[in-house]
């Protein structure tokens, strides 16, 4: 039950554990890039002085693109940088500077008012141009308008490059590009207002670590200036100013966390497999070259999910093949030879470039998203299919399809997949002639035709994530609902027993990709219900690995037993807990 208890001067807020972990220290406030307008008339007097505001705030952008532009040619490179010259380009563009002072003189009113008017007018000009370059020169004017906005109301930018010290970044919500652009060195935990536990956003902090808890409500009114807050993210808590007694006890709990996490290293290369020799498949959610690296390092069999779409979320455009293409060969060559799942671009739901659905859908997870925006662009995702095609020239890739929901969907991409082979064969470029196709199961009507679908697929990989929302009917960002986001409902263990089985039927080899892949509380469930291949942030490999080693196949067979018997999600919740603290917490003490 989400309840605040005030205790003298701290106060304790409770929220959805999104990313385990204990940080405690200053907040950054981070603020979304929409700058309420200010609207007032401007007597013909002052308008000189508007003028003037305008002109100076254009100078202050420059220099903020400037600055901009230099940390990214140091971080990412020349190439990334150039993104910001066209930046440059629009704030130095006569016409629209002087149609900003022509309507401070028309209208009578403000500098703010009249830039919005003037940046707007463009914008609805560009949203209807056919041609894609076009179109991208209006996404550089949207983030020119909302900085001139910043300048002359005086807030910050939404960045964090700033920072001059490792900050706890609170907000009222994240979106995966805000996480994308994050610089993670200065960020020691995110605790925000919105969002549950499987946001796109929030995926992306568990994968680097950063610790996280959602869904705290109103901790963004509560906070004030020069606050400290403490964030749980084992247990979804925000403490705000918390006392000494406080910090001693979650010292204490982040001891004990470490300990393990010493333990868990120390055996973090031998073999993944159960204490009685059963092997275990385990691949990795990767979206970077360096987390394949890191992957690679923790023993992962290869990357079982690289979610394409961060690139395009990381550039906030719709990269050309070729550009996709380098990013691809740089995953295939950070993997030293091991397969790299690449999965087909999963756009929309929460995942939104900036003025891209520029008319917001009433329900953007049953929407537009996914496998149906690329059969509907099949442009863009021919685009995206000849660059993983060439990538699969140079080492073991395999194509994913997100959001399968029927048969044909399937087949029309393997006929767009084929029609791209053919567009690579005329202009003479190698491929992998027999790359494998398969299929998410992350749709109740995936689960109901997965025996079709396997005739149809080369692999199945389980998207739990998305299959919890659509199944249970949760919307999984609405923290309004979260609770009733249970990976332990029985309609999901049904679910996921059905698919195992019939996978194994066809003889088709199947990977469990979502969040509980990683989440080791579930692995002897889900080992129990079929399963022996799971992709999972890097992270947490060590220790599901670390995890198996403590039960055998016994112990599945028990666990999984008891839990189908169960009727209620938190009465399996419980068992699978109460089964890995009693093996882990063994070890522990064993240990000191
Ligand atoms: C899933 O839905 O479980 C999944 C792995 O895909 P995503 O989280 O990117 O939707
Ligand atoms: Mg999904």
């Known amino acids: 039950m989400i309840q605040d208890v005030k205790d003298k001067s701290e106060l304790m807020l409770f929220g959805i554990p999104a990313s385990p972990g204990i940080a405690h220290g200053p907040v950054f406030r981070f603020l979304h890039d929409e700058v309420k307008v200010a609207t007032y008339e401007v007597s013909e007097s002052d308008q000189e002085e508007e003028i003037k505001r305008f ?51 028309e209208s009578g009113e403000n500098v703010e008012k009249c830039v919005h008017r003037v940046t707007q007018k463009y914008l609805d000009f560009f949203d209807q141009l056919e041609d894609k370059y076009l179109r991208e020169r209006a996404v550089d004017l949207r983030d020119i308008s909302r900085r001139l906005q910043r300048c002359l109301s005086g807030t910050t930018a939404s960045g964090t490059a700033f920072l001059d010290e490792p ?25 925000t207002d919105l969002g549950g536990q499987t946001s796109h956003a929030v995926i992306m902090a568990r994968a680097s670590g950063v610790p996280a808890v959602v869904g705290l409500r109103s901790l963004t009114e509560k906070l004030s200036q020069g606050d400290e807050l403490l964030i749980d993210g084992f247990e979804g808590v925000a403490i705000i100013n918390p006392s000494e007694s406080t910090l001693f006890r979650y010292g204490k709990v982040d001891v004990q966390r470490r300990k393990l996490l010493n333990l868990i290293d120390e055996e973090s290369n031998l073999p993944a497999q159960t204490a009685d020799g059963k092997s275990l498949h385990i691949w990795a959610n990767a979206d970077t070259p ?29 990269p050309s093949e070729d550009e996709q293409y380098e990013e691809y060969v740089r995953m295939v060559a950070s993997s030293g030879g091991k397969p790299i799942t690449i999965r087909t671009l999963d756009l929309g739901g929460d995942k939104l470039l900036d003025g891209w659905n520029q008319e917001r859908e009433a329900n953007p997870f049953m929407g537009f998203r996914a496998i149906r925006y690329c059969l509907s662009n099949p ?99 609405n923290n309004e609902i979260a609770f009733l986001y249970e990976p332990h409902h029985p309609a999901v263990i049904r679910s996921l027993k059905h698919v195992a089985q019939v996978a194994s039927e066809n003889k088709l080899p199947v990977t469990v990709c979502g969040e509980i892949a990683g989440d080791p509380h579930f692995l002897p469930l889900l080992i129990g219900l079929g399963f022996d291949s799971f992709s999972a942030s890097a992270s947490m490999v060590s220790e599901m690995k670390f995890f198996a080693r403590r039960f055998s196949s016994e112990d599945v067979e028990k666990i999984t037993m008891d839990a189908e018997k169960k009727y209620r999600p938190s009465e399996v919740k419980e068992l699978i807990k109460n089964f890995y603290e009693a093996r882990v917490s063994e070890v522990s003490r064993t240990k000191s």
């Open 379 to 477: 442009k863009v995702f021919l685009d995206q299919l000849r660059a993983i095609l060439r990538a699969s020239a140079k080492g073991d890739v395999r194509i994913m399809l997100p959001m399968i929901s029927g048969i044909g969907e399937v087949v029309r991409a393997k006929e767009l997949i084929q029609q791209a082979k053919e567009e690579l064969k005329i202009r003479g470029e190698e491929f992998d002639p027999d790359i494998k196709v398969g299929c998410m199961i992350e749709t109740p009507a995936a689960v109901s035709i997965c025996d079709l679908l396997a005739e149809e697929s080369d692999f199945f990989s389980i998207g739990t994530n998305d299959l919890v929302q659509y199944l249970l009917a949760v919307d999984r960002v």
């Open 167 to 191: 900050k706890i970044m609170v907000s009222e919500d994240l979106t995966p590009s805000d996480t994308a652009a994050l610089d993670r060195s200065k960020i020691l935990g995110i605790a």
């Open 55 to 105: 002109l100076e705030a254009l100078e202050m952008t420059k220099s903020e693109i400037r600055e901009i532009r230099e940390d990214v040619a140091k971080n990412l490179g020349e190439k990334e940088a150039g993104i910001f010259d066209a930046h440059m380009l629009v704030l130095e563009d006569r016409a629209l500077i002087d149609d900003v002072k022509k309507e401070i003189k």
């Open 290 to 318: 360096e987390e394949v690296q890191k992957a690679i390092n923790a023993g992962c069999l290869g990357v079982g999910l690289y979610r394409t779409e961060s690139l395009f979320l990381r550039t906030n455009s719709l």
